[in-house]
């Protein structure tokens, strides 16, 4: 192969030490360069495994009567709240005043 003086000699020799310089792979940041984006491709093919393989959970059938349901107990709000007034006034009261 003949030499070109823009790219350098045939034998890619170090001029300083005489020997070949180490191939790519023998470097620590071209691994580091090499990592993130094979770490992106592994977790988006696990993304998809975990996607294929766990299905999603069927809405009941029934799913309209149940919301209109929850509507109707909304609706009356002292009757949908009354476990959640009774825990605060109960949290609320001192120690020393709860009934025992």
Not at 18 to 46: C, E, N, T
Not at 56 to 61: T, W
């Amino acid at each position: 192969m003949p030499s070109n003086p823009a790219i350098g000699p045939a034998s890619a020799t170090s001029p300083a030490t005489g020997r070949a310089p180490a191939p790519w792979w023998k470097f620590g940041h071209v691994w580091l360069v090499i990592a993130g984006p094979a770490i992106v491709i592994v977790a988006g093919f696990v993304t998809l495994w975990l996607a294929v393989s766990r299905p999603d959970p069927v809405v009941a059938e029934d799913y309209y009567r149940q919301g209109i349901e929850i509507n109707k107990t909304l609706a009356n709000p002292e009757k949908s709240l009354a476990p959640a007034i009774k825990g605060r006034n109960h949290a609320a009261t001192p120690v020393q005043d709860q009934p025992r």
